[in-house]
């Protein structure tokens, strides 16, 4: 079945320095588009990021991801972290009919 | 004003209770999702719903019902709540089954 992964649980990274959250995906559908969610402490997941273009960066809040369909990654980068952006990090493709979450990876950024 | 959102915020219940945690969305969306969340395992589907009146089974519905009276309300029901049900639940929303989804603020429920 389609899955989602997620390798890093927890990365945590100084302020300032780059970041990046690893995606790989494995389909066995069709899947129209891949999504990176954000989830600060005590609130709801929320769209950070969404693709669904081989190769087209897409960028928001400073963060950006590239799918790349031969590799079948969606990685996450930030070239400078700061200490708002600690939060969990969900990395999601949409299926046949659903979204597929990965496991999430909670960034800490340290002063 | 919030989309989608849930009742209670919290809620301690007592092992072999009954919980009935409730979601109501305001983004006329057809599609309905209930999921768990604990640490180290993500979020989880429980039940969704892609109309009024009907429900299916997500990965982990075992101990769980769900409740799909109208489009804009879904609840999600355990009739015997258990210690291992201890966890944050979200409700979300979307308007096609592979589309971005919308979270309430999720219910943090404890069993004791």
Not at chain 2, 44 to 71: C, F, M, N, W
Not at chain 2, 76 to 97: H, K, M, P, W
Request: proline share 3%; charged share 15%; aromatic share 12%.
């Amino acid at each position: 079945g389609d899955s989602v992964t997620q390798t890093e649980g927890l990365v945590t990274v100084t302020e300032g320095l780059p970041v990046k959250l690893n995606c790989t995906y494995q389909t066995t559908y069709l899947t129209i588009a891949f999504f990176w969610y954000v989830q600060y402490l005590n609130e709801a997941p929320q769209v950070l990021l969404r693709s669904s273009t081989d190769n087209k960066r897409t960028e928001h809040q400073g963060f950006h991801a590239t799918l790349h369909k031969s590799s079948s990654s969606f990685h996450l980068q930030k070239s400078s972290a700061q200490l708002s952006d600690s939060a969990l990090y969900y990395c999601a493709s949409s299926g046949s009919w659903q979204l597929i979450f990965g496991s999430g990876t909670q960034l800490t950024v340290m002063p | 004003e919030a989309a989608v959102t849930q009742s209670p915020r919290s809620k301690v219940a007592v092992t072999g209770g009954k919980v009935t945690l409730s979601c109501h969305q305001t983004n006329n969306h057809d599609y309905m999702y209930w999921y768990r969340q604990d640490t180290g395992h993500g979020l989880r589907l429980i039940h969704y719903s892609y109309v009024a009146d009907s429900t299916e089974k997500g990965d982990i519905p075992d101990g769980y019902k769900a409740s799909r009276p109208s489009q804009e309300n879904f609840s999600l029901i355990l009739e015997l709540a258990s210690l291992s049900q201890t966890a944050v639940y979200f409700c979300a929303s979307s308007d096609l089954g592979y589309a971005e989804q919308f979270f309430g603020p999720g219910t943090r429920l404890t069993v004791l």
